[in-house]
């Protein structure tokens, strides 16, 4: 079985915002909730770097191990699912993760927060496969069609991968090989008094 | 000279240490040759190809660091907090990996649910142990048939507001903190997220509730409360627990404890229930997370004791709950337990009304601390 995993190339991603509005086209995700974000450090410094976020599938989750009720389950491709019919709505998990997926609808009289939503991997949930409630409880079943995730398969620059842990590191380890070391030097010119210099 | 201090290990071993001399000698050397220049401010690393002669020797030294290269070291909040420009608008956007989340993690798993477990386990225990010891404690000299004014219908319905809205937070509140390893195993999952999502509502909208009487229960209550000198002697006796008689006004010095250990833990309680109350007001993450474990902390501490509180005020002791449901003590029970009160009111004392009339009428709102 797979190890799905995603990873985003920070020397490739360009902050172009495309897989957070696929994600969210997709699962026609409710307002106020983004499964994906994209993140920028260092914005208009020497540097600069923007990474895709979402959840990330982790082998030993937080979210999973804080939870009060006990929803969150990995299945055999290694993808952490939910149970929103379980889900309380508690917040815990957003506490515990490092990586702020989990996110919350507003519900109820004083805006609480309702049942979790957070990334599938695209790969629906523990209801009927292709089912109306899965579709409105957890966006697109793309994993049983054979697909990957959208944001992925859709980025134009190919920062984001998606897929088996053991082919995503193959295809970034060629990456970095023939891209050389120069590649962390991009926009970065050494010349005497270049303007570009870190530390001017 | 660090160097020939291992010249002489052979080996794997000495080669690996004699390699981590000889780049801790490098970064001994950086900084000393970067502050040789007359300007040291901008020659650092303005002048590159200074920097990079002097670098000549060492070789893997970079003359020039790379602005991208400290990424992973700043997404992982490794120098302090650094926070990212993102589109998305939400709790945290901006922060790629918080790092608090395992330490939030481990204290909860690890701490503050096993030992929030222990402790009523082992305040339930020393009850049992209690009641097997000493039995109900009964009123010595028996019922005298007259009785004594204890708490007006205000008093009582402050503290019934109080007291039920504490038990049905204190019972959710459990529930929501040690389901999942006491409940979980015993009825399944799914069946527990019902409970567990009707506990949530309830503690959510019943917290409010407690807090709103909190303020109520201190204003009405906190008269007779405040500790006197004589207190340190119902301390020293144990309460008369251990025999002998210890001297009490109208509430001993326990009550008083437990009156400003559920006051004070209740306004902890209170004011970080109100934290998680409203996560619409973007509160971010760290202090959700540090409001959750000290009300855990606090909220089972102050349920724990008042275990014991609930057990002396029903059945633990006879003519303990009546003054609390019809407002009247009997007055033998008040010269037994808080003799200096008696003292005081003993005129205010009335015929009971025998038990097989029901008792009607409220009680008056006359203060009867005889104040």
């Known amino acids: 079985m797979a190890n799905m995993k995603f990873y985003c190339d920070a020397e490739r991603c360009i902050e172009c915002n495309a897989c957070v509005t696929a994600c969210k086209n997709e699962h026609e995700i409710p307002w106020g909730v983004n499964r994906r974000r994209v993140v920028t450090i260092k914005d208009g410094e020497a540097g600069e770097r923007s990474l895709s976020v979402a959840c990330m599938h982790c082998s030993d989750a937080p979210c999973a191990a804080v939870c009060p009720v006990d929803c969150f389950y990995t299945t055999d491709d290694g993808i952490v699912l939910h149970d929103k019919d379980i889900c309380i709505g508690c917040g815990y998990c957003f506490y515990a993760c490092p990586f702020g997926a989990p996110q919350f609808p507003e519900s109820g009289a004083f805006s609480s927060r309702g049942k979790m939503d957070k990334c599938t991997f695209c790969a629906g949930g523990p209801v009927e496969t292709h089912s109306s409630d899965e579709y409105r409880k957890y966006g697109a079943n793309r994993i049983a069609e054979g697909k990957l995730p959208l944001c992925a398969e859709m980025c134009s620059t190919h920062a984001l991968l998606a897929g088996d842990a053991d082919v995503v590191s193959d295809i970034y380890r060629k990456r970095v090989v023939n891209r050389g070391r120069s590649a962390l030097d991009w926009g970065v010119n050494y010349q005497k008094g270049s303007l570009n210099l870190p530390g001017k | ?371």
């Open chain 2, 1 to 371: 000279m660090i160097k020939t201090c291992h010249l002489g290990i052979n080996g794997g071993i000495g080669q690996a240490i004699l390699l981590l001399m000889l780049s801790l000698a490098m970064l001994l050397i950086t900084p000393s040759t970067q502050a040789e220049p007359p300007q040291p401010s901008s020659a650092a690393l303005g002048t590159t190809t200074d920097s990079r002669s002097a670098h000549s020797n060492v070789p893997f030294a970079a003359a020039v660091i790379n602005p991208g290269s400290g990424l992973w070291r700043e997404v992982r909040q490794r120098g302090g907090p650094i926070e990212g420009i993102t589109q998305v608008s939400g709790t945290d956007a901006g922060i790629l990996i918080s790092t608090r989340g395992e330490e939030w993690r481990q204290l909860r798993t690890e701490k503050v649910i096993p030992y929030s477990g222990y402790l009523l386990a082992v305040v339930l225990a020393v009850l049992v142990l209690f009641r097997l010891i000493r039995g109900q404690l009964k009123i010595h000299a028996g019922r005298s048939g007259m009785r004594i004014l204890r708490f007006t219908y205000s008093q009582r319905a402050v503290h019934w507001v109080a007291g039920i809205t504490f038990v049905i937070l204190g019972i959710t509140g459990v529930v929501l903190l040690l389901g999942r390893t006491l409940l979980i195993p015993v009825m399944g999952n799914s069946a527990f997220g019902v409970i567990a999502s009707f506990s949530k509502t309830v503690h959510d909208y019943l917290g409010p509730v407690f807090v709103i009487s909190l303020v109520f229960l201190f204003i009405y209550y906190v008269k007779d409360n405040f500790f006197k000198l004589k207190d340190i002697q119902w301390f020293a006796k144990g309460g008369g627990m251990f025999g002998g008689h210890a001297h009490a006004g109208r509430f001993n010095a326990g009550e008083k404890t437990w009156f400003w250990l559920a006051i004070l833990l209740g306004i902890v309680v209170s004011v970080t229930g109100l934290v998680l109350d409203f996560p619409i007001f973007g509160l971010d993450r760290e202090t959700m997370e540090l409001s959750l474990l000290i009300h855990g902390i606090a909220a089972i501490i102050v349920f724990g004791i008042s275990f014991g509180h609930m057990y002396l005020a029903t059945v633990g002791m006879e003519g303990a709950l009546e003054s609390m449901t019809t407002g009247y003590c009997d007055a033998n029970w008040a010269k037994e337990h808080h003799d200096d009160w008696y003292e005081e009111v003993k005129d205010t004392a009335e015929p009971a009304p025998s038990e097989d009339s029901p008792t009607h009428g409220s009680p008056g709102q006359a203060s009867p601390s005889g104040a």
